[in-house]
C-alpha cells in the first residue's frame, strides 16, 4: 500500500471514530525530519490524552532530535473504535508526526509507566504488524526496546522485547541510539545493545547484572524549552519544569523513592529561566514545578518568587507536597486561583507511618489541614493508604477518625461551612526494588471488607470517600512482582480482548482471570504472593543503586516500627544509591 | 480591545473539535505575547466566543471568533503574528476590531458550505426533483429520544451545482437549521438514490446587521 493511499484510508477511518484528533499529529513544536536516516517511534502505550503528557517522553524526544541524522515520530495506543477499524481496513499503527507505518522505524521506544498498560503493548505490537515475540521477529522489524520505571522489573514482559533500557535517558541513550545509527544488521544491532551497562536483552539471559543509568548532569543540563503542544483534550494542558529528581524521604512502599535516588535539584535561575521559556513556546496559562516532593526542594521559595515577579497573574501548581504547614503556604502562595489543596499523610496512625517510614505526626498533619483552610482553600483531599503491611482494624479507623477531625477543623476555621473534605484511599501494592518488595499484596476479601467499613463509617456530611478499584489494584499487584512465567498470561489475556486495563470501562478482568486459570494460578494468588528474604527475585539482575541489604534492613526496621532519617539532612544510611559522581547535589 | 478573527481549518485539522480549536486559538495568541481579557466571577474565563462551532471532520474556510485582549495591537500586526503561530491546517484570512455589541454567536443567520459528491448519482435530476418537492424530509435520531422529521427544504436559501459540486447556502431561523448532509442525502433521495459525500466544507458564515459599527 501507498503512503498516499495509507493517508487517504487513515483519514477515512478518522472520520468514523471517536476524538480523532489523538490521532492526527501536526501540534504546535512537533518536530519533523523527512530527510533523516534513522528513525525512532517513541511510544507511549495509552491513549494520546495521557501519553502527551509525559514528561520522560518529551526529554527523549528533544534528545532524538537533536542527533542530526535521526527522527523521534510519536506513537500512542489507538483507542479500541481506532485499533478495531484499523483492524478491519487492513491499516498499520502509524507515526503522528508523518503518518508512516511504525513497522518502518529503526528503533520502537515503548516506555514502561506502569503495569496496567503491558496489554496496550501487546496491542501497539500487534497493530504496528510486529511480531509480539522477539524471538519470532526478523531483519524487517524494529528493535523494540523497553524503558521507564515499570522496565525495573521486565521478566514479565520479556519475551516481547529486544531490549530493556534500565534508567535514565539523558546521557546513556544517546549510546543506544549511536548503536542503532552504526549498525544496519538487526542481530549487530542486539549485539551491540547487549554489551551496554543499562541494557538488558532477554535473549543473552541473565548473564550479568543491569546497571541503573544515572543522570549526573542534571542540575547543570537545561530542561526542554520547546514541548509539543498537546490538543486540548490531554489530561495535562501545562508547562512543566522538573525541579528535582530523586526523594530520599524513604517512605518503604515507593518505588520511585527507591528508583531516582540520588537527589539532583535543578538552581533556581535555571527553573525560572526554563520555566518562562516553555511558557513562552506553548502559550500554556500554567507552569508546574514537579517532582516527588516539590516542597523538599531547596530553591522552592526563591523559584517561586522569581517567577511570580515576571508574572504575577501566572497559575503556578507545585504537585506532590509535603503534609506540613510550610508547603500549605507554599502552595497557596504560588497559586491564588485554586481552591482545592491535596495533603498525602499516606497513613492516619503513627504507628502505621513509622512501619511505611512516613516521618510526620499527626500534629503536623492537624496543623496542616488547619493552615490549608486558613489560606482560603475550600477543598482538601486527604489521600491514604489501606492493606498496608501489617495493617490493623486501629489503622483503617484511624483513618475514618482523621476525616471527621478534618471536618472538625474545617468548621471551626470556617464557620460559614463553606468546604469539604475528601478522603481518598488506594490499595497498596507492593513494588519491586523496595524494602516492601518481598511482602505480598493483602487479600482481596481483606480489602474488601476493609473498604466496607469505611463506607459504613465514614460520615457522608461534608466528607467524599473515594477508594480504589480493587480489580484493578489486584491485577497491578499480579503483574509488578510477576516472573517470565507471566508473559504468557499477559499475551493470553490480550487475545482474549484485555487492553486498556487502567481505564476502568475498558477493564476486562474475564479476561485476565481466564488467562491466569490456564497458567495454573489466578490474579489473587499472584498478587499475594510473599516472597522469601533468601528467594532469587526476578528483578534481581537489575541493580537500582539502592543494595538488597540496604532494602532488607528496611524491611526488617518497618517490622521494628522504627522510621529511618533522610540523608539530606539526618546522615547517610549507607543505601548504596551514592559513589563516584553520583550523589545527592543539593543547589546550596 | 476585542478583535474579530477570521479564520480556516483545513486538511487534517479539521478533525480537531470545537473545544480543541478554541484553545488552540488562545494558546496561539498567547505565544504570540498577548494576554486574553478574563471574565469577571469566580471562575475567570479567556473571553472568546465563536460565532458557531465546527463540526468534527468538516473542513471551514472563513470561522469567526471574536476574542478580547488587553493590548491594542494593530489587526495587520495581530493577524501576521497570530499566522506564524497556529499550527498546521489553521489559517488566518482576517482580523478586525470590533467595538462592543451582541456576541457573533447570537446573530448567525445564513452558512454556507461546499459538498463534493461522488459522481455515482444523476445529481442534475436529483435536483431538479428536489426543487419541485414540497418537502424533503430528514429523520434525526438520538438515543433514548424519538425520532425527529425534519422538512430541511425550509432552511435552503439557494443550492447551486456544478459536476461533482454543491454550493449549499443555508438558514439559521429560530426554528433550527438543516445540516449541509442532510440536504444532500434529501437530494439524493428524491430519485431514490444514496450520496456519497466526499468533502465538507464551511466556505461562509453571514451574520445579522449590527447597529454598532465596525472599527477597522
Known amino acids: 500500500m501507498s503512503q498516499g493511499l495509507i493517508e487517504r484510508r487513515i483519514e477515512a477511518v478518522l472520520e468514523t471514530v471517536q476524538k480523532p484528533s489523538r490521532y492526527i499529529g501536526g501540534e504546535v513544536n512537533q518536530v519533523r525530519k523527512p530527510g533523516a536516516q534513522t528513525l525512532v517511534a517513541l511510544c507511549y502505550p495509552d491513549a494520546y490524552e495521557v501519553g502527551i503528557s509525559n514528561q520522560a517522553l518529551q526529554i527523549l524526544y528533544k534528545q532524538v532530535n537533536d542527533r542530526p541524522h535521526a527522527a523521534a515520530e510519536r506513537v500512542y495506543c489507538p483507542w479500541p473504535d481506532m485499533a478495531d477499524a484499523m483492524r478491519r481496513e487492513g491499516l498499520p499503527l502509524f507515526t503522528l508526526e508523518s503518518w508512516r507505518p511504525v513497522r518502518e522505524a529503526d528503533l520502537l521506544a515503548i516506555t514502561l509507566q506502569a503495569e496496567l498498560t503491558y496489554s496496550n ?78 541494557v538488558y536483552v532477554p535473549a543473552h539471559g541473565r548473564r550479568r547484572p543491569v546497571e541503573r543509568a544515572i543522570y549526573t548532569e542534571f542540575g547543570i543540563e537545561t530542561h526542554p524549552r520547546s514541548v509539543v503542544v498537546p490538543y486540548s483534550s490531554a489530561i495535562f494542558s501545562r508547562a512543566s519544569v522538573e525541579v528535582m529528581r530523586g526523594c530520599t524521604r524513604g517512605c518503604r512502599f515507593c518505588h520511585a523513592g527507591t528508583w531516582y535516588r540520588p537527589v539532583r535539584e535543578r538552581p533556581a535561575d535555571q527553573v525560572i529561566e526554563a520555566g518562562l521559556a516553555q511558557l513562552a513556546c506553548t502559550g500554556y496559562d500554567e507552569l508546574s514545578l514537579t517532582s516527588l516532593a516539590t516542597s523538599d526542594y531547596t530553591d522552592v521559595v526563591p523559584a517561586i518568587e522569581g517567577i511570580k515577579r515576571r508574572l504575577p497573574t501566572l497559575h503556578l501548581s507545585l504537585p506532590s507536597n509535603r503534609v506540613d504547614t510550610g508547603p500549605v503556604a507554599l502552595t497557596a502562595a504560588a497559586n491564588a486561583r485554586q481552591s482545592s489543596i491535596t495533603l498525602a499523610p499516606e497513613a492516619a496512625t503513627q504507628r502505621m507511618r513509622d512501619i511505611i517510614c512516613k516521618t510526620i505526626t499527626n500534629e503536623m498533619i492537624e496543623n496542616a489541614i488547619e493552615s490549608a483552610f486558613k489560606a482560603g482553600y475550600t477543598s482538601l483531599k486527604l489521600y491514604f493508604m ?33 468546604f469539604s473534605v475528601h478522603v481518598s484511599a488506594s490499595n497498596f501494592v507492593p513494588k519491586p526494588h523496595t524494602p516492601f518488595q518481598w511482602e505480598g499484596m493483602e487479600a482481596r476479601e481483606q480489602l474488601a471488607a476493609k473498604q ?24 497491578e499487584g499480579a503483574l509488578a512482582r510477576a ?17 486498556f486495563d487502567a481505564w476502568s470501562e475498558m477493564f476486562r478482568e474475564d479476561a485476565w482471570e481466564q488467562a491466569f486459570a490456564a497458567a495454573g494460578t489466578s490474579i489473587d494468588e499472584r498478587a499475594t504472593h510473599e516472597f522469601g528474604e533468601w528467594d532469587e527475585l526476578p528483578w534481581d539482575h537489575v541493580r537500582s543503586g539502592v543494595s538488597k541489604e540496604f532494602l532488607l534492613d528496611e524491611w526488617w526496621q518497618s517490622r521494628a516500627e522504627v522510621a529511618t532519617g533522610d540523608c539530606r539532612w539526618d546522615g547517610c544510611a549507607d543505601c548504596g544509591a551514592c559513589f563516584g559522581p553520583v550523589r545527592n547535589k543539593l543547589v546550596n | ?59 471551514s474556510e472563513g470561522d469567526l471568533a471574536d476574542v478580547q485582549l488587553v493590548a491594542d495591537p494593530e489587526p495587520a500586526v495581530l493577524a501576521g503574528e497570530l499566522a506564524a503561530r497556529l499550527p498546521e491546517g489553521m489559517r488566518v484570512v482576517a482580523v ?45 435520531t438520538a438515543p433514548g429520544k424519538p425520532d425527529r422529521r425534519v422538512d430541511v427544504k425550509q432552511f435552503c436559501h439557494s443550492i447551486e451545482y456544478e459536476p461533482g459540486r454543491f454550493a449549499l447556502d443555508l438558514e439559521l431561523t429560530e426554528g433550527g437549521t438543516a445540516r449541509p448532509e442532510e ?22 458564515i453571514t451574520l445579522a446587521a449590527e447597529p454598532v459599527g465596525v472599527e477597522t
Open chain 1, 452 to 475: 466496607a467499613y469505611m463506607r459504613r463509617s465514614m460520615p457522608t456530611r461534608q466528607i467524599r470517600l473515594s477508594l480504589h478499584d480493587l480489580r484493578t489494584s489486584m491485577l
Open chain 1, 386 to 418: 489501606i492493606g498496608l503491611p501489617r495493617e490493623t482494624h486501629d489503622e483503617v479507623q484511624g483513618i475514618v477518625d482523621l476525616g471527621i477531625r478534618a471536618r472538625e477543623i474545617g468548621r471551626r476555621v470556617r464557620p460559614d461551612g463553606r
Open chain 2, 183 to 204: 440536504v444532500i442525502h434529501a437530494v439524493a433521495a428524491t430519485i431514490g438514490a444514496t450520496a456519497t459525500i466526499e468533502r465538507l466544507v464551511r466556505t461562509a
Open chain 2, 96 to 140: 478586525e476590531r470590533r467595538a462592543p455589541g451582541r456576541r457573533a454567536a447570537a446573530r448567525v443567520r445564513r452558512v454556507e458550505y461546499r459538498v463534493d459528491v461522488a459522481d455515482d448519482v444523476d445529481w442534475e435530476a436529483a435536483l431538479a426533483a428536489f426543487e419541485t418537492a414540497s418537502e424533503a424530509v430528514a429523520v434525526r
Open chain 2, 1 to 59: 480591545m476585542t478583535y474579530r478573527i477570521t479564520f480556516a481549518v483545513t486538511g487534517r485539522a479539521r478533525f480537531l473539535s470545537h473545544l480543541e480549536t478554541v484553545d488552540t486559538l488562545l494558546s496561539a495568541l498567547r505565544r504570540a505575547g498577548y494576554d486574553i481579557a478574563l471574565s469577571q466571577g469566580m471562575k475567570p474565563r479567556p473571553v472568546i466566543s465563536l460565532a458557531m462551532p465546527r463540526a468534527v471532520g468538516v473542513e
Open chain 1, 121 to 198: 503493548v501487546l496491542e501497539v505490537l500487534d497493530l504496528a504488524g510486529i511480531p509480539l515475540r522477539a524471538a519470532d521477529r526478523g531483519d524487517g522489524d524494529p528493535i523494540v526496546i523497553a524503558g521507564g520505571p515499570s522496565a525495573s522489573n521486565p521478566a514479565p514482559l520479556a519475551p516481547f522485547f529486544d531490549a530493556f533500557f534500565v534508567g535514565e535517558s539523558e546521557g546513556a541513550f544517546d549510546r543506544i541510539l549511536a548503536a542503532i545509527e552504526a549498525e544496519s544488521d538487526r542481530s549487530r544491532r542486539i549485539e551491540l545493545l547487549a554489551a551496554d551497562p543499562n
Open chain 1, 483 to 499: 516472573g517470565e512465567e507471566t508473559a504468557d498470561v499477559i499475551e493470553a489475556a490480550w487475545r482474549l480482548g484485555a487492553r
